[in-house]
């Protein structure tokens, strides 16, 4: 019989990819989406026919409790969070609620559902936020400098303290940052990609930026999901750092991308102190010894190959955008 597994956040960028990857694996996929009055479903549009979908919510115990009780999955992968660090700063009790007690609320349905489901949290890298050492691994001290990352930690220890309480399969992928071209907009990379493509294309006359000096360990997001799996089918459930292991400044990243389109940043990126946090995370970067040691996983994916992904990507709705501006208007001849 094939594999069961349910995946919070299946709409998100990371859900998308692993119910993709879980799909090509034979696996019965069920996923998780908030209401809403317009729900969005554009990263899984190509899946909804091979998956199904759950109305259900991180905040709501009783729904969470039903839906594992009901699918029986086993497998669950928590991947449902407010994630992106600039607006847990506006919304701090949000991002607890969601990315913290989330992480409780799924894991403890599963607790009382039943023990043997393999649960996966989604920790981050920036739990270790102030870094005591470089490179980061899984023994490194956590100083978060934000309220999504005090949230991640909260969900990475809880995680830890219900596999050593109750014996439960439970781990965590503290999971570096990892991009794609279904990253959202909010996010630096894809604001970085997109905001090239609609300067190329005269969409759009500047990029605004905020600390260029900040260091991150960026992969693929694609190849990060197949770590998360790898690490569910292991005989003994164990925490693994994923990333590449080679660190970059964001300004790195703004040049591979304008180097794309043939266009020098200096002409177009300007520097706006509103988009400064109130504490920074100056350097992050991965020592995925462990990972590559236990699980055989290693990223396939170098920054220049992604940037290139999601230029190209960018450039393609950029070219949309223009097309549709540019539609002739059809004119009615009289007979």
């Not at 003994?236 to 300004?251: E, H, M």
Request: proline share 4%.
């Amino acid at each position: 019989m094939s594999k069961s597994a349910l995946i919070t956040g299946i709409t998100g960028q990371d859900g998308s990819y692993l119910a993709e990857f879980l799909l090509d694996k034979g696996y019965e996929v069920h996923g998780t989406f908030r209401r809403a009055s317009t729900p969005t479903f554009d990263r899984i549009e190509h899946l909804v026919d091979d998956i199904q979908l759950h109305q259900s919510d991180l905040t709501d115990q009783s729904s969470l409790f039903k839906l594992v009780n009901a699918i029986r999955p086993d497998e669950v992968y928590n991947l449902a969070a407010q994630s992106f660090v600039g607006t847990s700063w506006d919304q701090v009790l949000a991002t607890g609620d969601v990315t913290g007690l989330g992480c409780a609320r799924i894991i403890e349905a599963i607790r009382s559902v039943d023990e043997s489901i393999r649960f996966y949290q989604a920790s981050s890298s920036e739990m270790f936020g102030k870094v005591h050492e470089t490179p980061q691994r899984e023994t490194t001290i956590l100083h978060p400098r934000s309220p999504y990352g005090c949230a991640k930690v909260y969900g990475h220890y809880l995680t830890i303290n219900f596999r050593e309480s109750y014996d439960m399969f439970a781990c965590s992928g503290i999971l570096f940052n990892h991009e794609s071209p279904r990253r959202g907009l909010e996010f630096v990379t894809r604001k970085i990609t997109n905001a090239v493509a609609r300067i190329k294309m005269g969409l759009q006359k500047e990029l605004r930026l905020g600390n260029l000096d900040a260091k991150r360990d960026w992969g693929f997001a694609g190849d990060y999901v197949e770590a998360m799996w790898m690490m569910l089918q292991q005989e003994k459930p164990n925490d693994y750092v994923i990333g590449t292991g080679i660190t970059s400044r964001v300004g790195d990243f703004v040049d591979l991308a304008f180097d794309q389109v043939g266009l020098d940043p200096s002409d177009f990126v300007v520097i706006d102190p509103k988009f400064y946090r109130p504490a920074e995370v100056d350097l992050l970067l991965a020592d995925p010894t462990k990972a590559e040691n236990e699980l055989g996983w290693k990223a396939k994916t170098d920054l220049k190959c992604l940037v290139e992904m999601m230029v190209e990507s960018d450039l393609e709705l950029a070219e949309k955008e223009l097309r549709d501006q540019v539609k002739p208007l059809k004119i009615r001849h009289a007979a």
